[in-house]
Every structure is written in structure tokens, then in C-alpha cells.
């Protein structure tokens, strides 16, 4: 157990209405990371941070912003959710001196 | 980017076999992580093994195993005594060793193949 808990769990929303996502770590780590999951997709990168108030963008980030104004929580958010975002959202994160992430538990986000 | 292809999208196995699942990835970058990461119907995504590429000894893991060809670009995992719980989704994930590696993935983050389903027979 990474001590990695996403909110909420499942989520139904209307295209057009914006959605946030939240991560949150119990240990301090620096690295923590936005995935979202499709079929036939694996898992893609959406954005990162490597810090309070870090963040980078990652593979598939249009459509998303990402915010980290403390060590333990990272939010996803969507602007304006559409039926492309349909998805299962897993956040990670990469603890220090190590080369392994470790994930949370996953949202799955549903847009109608 | 770098580019992770896991070429069975599925398999199958009977309890007690060992089975053996393939991925290649292409990169230029000479230094770098592979791991390998299971899905359960839970949808937890769970480290199996991982493999350091300066290393040229294969990572084992319990009943995991990897065969590790760096000059190949290959890393396949081996289940021996496949068991009912080995049942899930197998994602192959690439990792730079550089925060600012090659492609659209940085800041260490792991490119993922689009795995592999294992079903796993009484």
C-alpha cells in the first residue's frame, strides 16, 4: 500500500460541465503523475509534477490542467468535460530513489 | 517517443504451466527501466517485476521471471506454475533514466504497451 487514495471512485458527468479529480499521497513523495486508461490505449500520460506548483505536460494533455498547491494532492481537472474523456484516471506516484511507480486505486470518469 | 508493443493480446494458460509473455520497445537511449505490471479485475495496477538495462542479469520474482535482450530491445516475462490469482491484464512499461528523456514522456514517466490479457484455466 503506496498510501495513494483517488476521489472520487466513479464519476458520472454531462459533456460541457467541469470535472476535478483528486490524488492524494500520505508520504512526501516529489513525483506524482496523471494516467488515463483506455482499450486498446494502455495506460497514457497526461501530465505530471515533480514538485509543489511543478507540473509538466505529458502525452495527452489537451483538454486537461493539473494544479499542486501542497506536497499531498494533486488534482486532474477537466474544463469542459467531453465524451472523449470517458476514461479510467489512475494517478501514481514515484517514490524517491527508486525507479518504480506506484498507483492508486483509479477513477472511472463517465461522460454523457 | 519511445514505443512499447506487447504483440499478444491474449493468452491462455492452465493452472500449474508456466507461460510466457512478449514485449519489445524501441528506443535510442542507453540507459533505462522495464517493468512489468498487473491488472486484476480490481483494476489496482500492481508491480510485478522490474529490470534495470545496465544490468544484464534477468529480475526474478517468486514464480516471475523476465528474459531481458537488451540488443534485441526485447523483455518477455515467464509465469511458471501459473496460478487462478496470475489471471489479469499485463502491461510491459518503459522508463527513461534521464528526467528529461527522449519523447513526449518525461519527468520519469513509464510508456506502457497495450497488454496483454492472461486467462488461466482449472
Known amino acids: 500500500d503506496a498510501g495513494i487514495t483517488q476521489s472520487p471512485r466513479h464519476k458520472v458527468t454531462e459533456t460541457g460541465t467541469p470535472v476535478t479529480l483528486r490524488c492524494h499521497q500520505t508520504?512526501?513523495?516529489?513525483?506524482m503523475y496523471w494516467y488515463r486508461q483506455d482499450p486498446g490505449h494502455g495506460l497514457r500520460l497526461i501530465h505530471y509534477?515533480?514538485?509543489?506548483?511543478?507540473?509538466d505536460k505529458g502525452e495527452v494533455s489537451d483538454g486537461y490542467s493539473v494544479s499542486r498547491s501542497k506536497t499531498e494532492d494533486f488534482l486532474l481537472t477537466l474544463e469542459s468535460a467531453t465524451s472523449s474523456q470517458t476514461s479510467v484516471y489512475f494517478c501514481?506516484?514515484?517514490?524517491?530513489?527508486?525507479?518504480?511507480?506506484?498507483f492508486g486505486p483509479g477513477t472511472r470518469l463517465t461522460v454523457t | 517517443a519511445q514505443t512499447v508493443t506487447q504483440s499478444q493480446p491474449e493468452m491462455s494458460v492452465q493452472e500449474a504451466e508456466t507461460v510466457t509473455l512478449s514485449c519489445t520497445y524501441d528506443?535510442?537511449?542507453?540507459?533505462?527501466?522495464l517493468f512489468w505490471y498487473k491488472q486484476p479485475p480490481s483494476r489496482q495496477m500492481i508491480l510485478v517485476i522490474r529490470?534495470?538495462?545496465?544490468?544484464?542479469q534477468n529480475a526474478t520474482e517468486n514464480r516471475f521471471s523476465v528474459n531481458f535482450q537488451k540488443a534485441a530491445k526485447s523483455f518477455s516475462l515467464k509465469i511458471s506454475d501459473s496460478q487462478l490469482g496470475d489471471a489479469a491484464m499485463y502491461f510491459c512499461?518503459?522508463?527513461?533514466?534521464?528526467?528529461?528523456?527522449?519523447?513526449?514522456?518525461?519527468?520519469?514517466?513509464?510508456?506502457f504497451g497495450k497488454g496483454t490479457s492472461l486467462l488461466v484455466t482449472p
Open positions: 501514481a506516484i514515484r517514490p524517491g530513489q527508486t525507479y518504480e511507480q506506484y
Open positions: 509534477s515533480y514538485g509543489v506548483k511543478d507540473t
Open positions: 508520504e512526501n513523495h516529489r513525483y
Open positions: 528506443t535510442s537511449e542507453s540507459d533505462y527501466y
Open positions: 529490470q534495470e538495462a545496465y544490468k544484464q
Open positions: 512499461a518503459y522508463r527513461s533514466a534521464y528526467e528529461q528523456g527522449l519523447g513526449s514522456n518525461s519527468g520519469y514517466a513509464l510508456n
